[in-house]
């Protein structure tokens, strides 16, 4: 069974960072591509980063370029989302996604639970 | 960026009742579009894929269909565990963007 168990959120004030981790199990995680995608509370989706599977190419939405590093250790099955210099609209469930694909085709076919961000003074 | 309209925001149907959804693309795309279904407090689920693949183990009751700027998501016959918001999604061009989803209740 597909498995992505997502770690690492909470409160984090504005401009201070936060390390996300996406543990994944029941498949073979160095074949695909992996994404995170974020959904404020109430609200719709909005794809946050992409990783191809062998970490060869990385993408990043325009809010997060520059501030947000996504990385991942085949080794370790694991997946992961460094937030630095964190806004109050970052606040946000935070989802790993795996991709259909090995190369980011960007649908994504199995989801974690969602680890939330909150941003606030 | 591609935006996607989707519309109804809200939908209130029968149990048995066809369900349609529709996103209309800001501009022309292949069929790179995704259906997903989230519930209420859950991640949410591949549906639909390449605008009209059905994903594993969902059941038949959903459908895609569409090209173009104009893409279509019907339940064919309305089930009580279908109560969730559904999100259509573009992964023609980057960024993939999604529509804003819509609520399907039980009348």
């Known amino acids: 069974e597909v498995q992505l168990v997502e770690s690492g959120g909470g409160l984090v004030q504005p401009g201070r960072s936060l390390r996300l981790s996406c543990a994944a199990s029941?498949?073979?995680?160095?074949?695909?591509?992996m994404h995170w995608v974020r959904q404020v509370p109430g609200k719709g989706l909005q794809w946050v980063s992409s990783i191809s599977w062998n970490s060869g190419s990385t993408d990043y939405a325009d809010s997060v370029k520059g501030r947000f590093t996504i990385s991942r250790d085949n080794a370790r099955n694991s997946l992961y989302l460094q937030m630095n210099s964190l806004r109050a609209e970052d606040t946000a469930f935070y989802y790993c996604a795996r991709d259909q694909y090995q190369l980011p085709v960007y649908s994504f076919d199995y989801w974690g639970q969602g680890s939330l961000v909150t941003v606030s003074s | 960026d591609i935006q996607m309209t989707q519309s109804p925001s809200s939908l209130s149907a029968s149990v048995g009742d066809r369900v349609t959804i529709t996103c209309q693309a800001s501009q022309d795309m292949t069929n790179y579009v995704s259906w997903y279904q989230q519930k209420p407090g859950k991640a949410p689920n591949l549906l639909i894929y390449?605008?009209?693949n059905l994903e594993t183990g969902v059941p038949s009751r959903f459908s895609g269909s569409g090209s173009g700027t104009d893409f279509t998501f019907t339940i064919s016959s309305l089930q009580p565990e279908d109560i969730a918001t559904y999100y259509c999604?573009?992964?023609?061009?980057?960024?993939?963007?999604f529509g804003q989803g819509t609520k399907l209740e039980i009348k």
């Open positions: 390449d605008a009209s």
């Open positions: 029941g498949f073979a995680f160095d074949k695909y591509a």
């Open positions: 999604q573009q992964y023609d061009n980057l960024p993939p963007t």
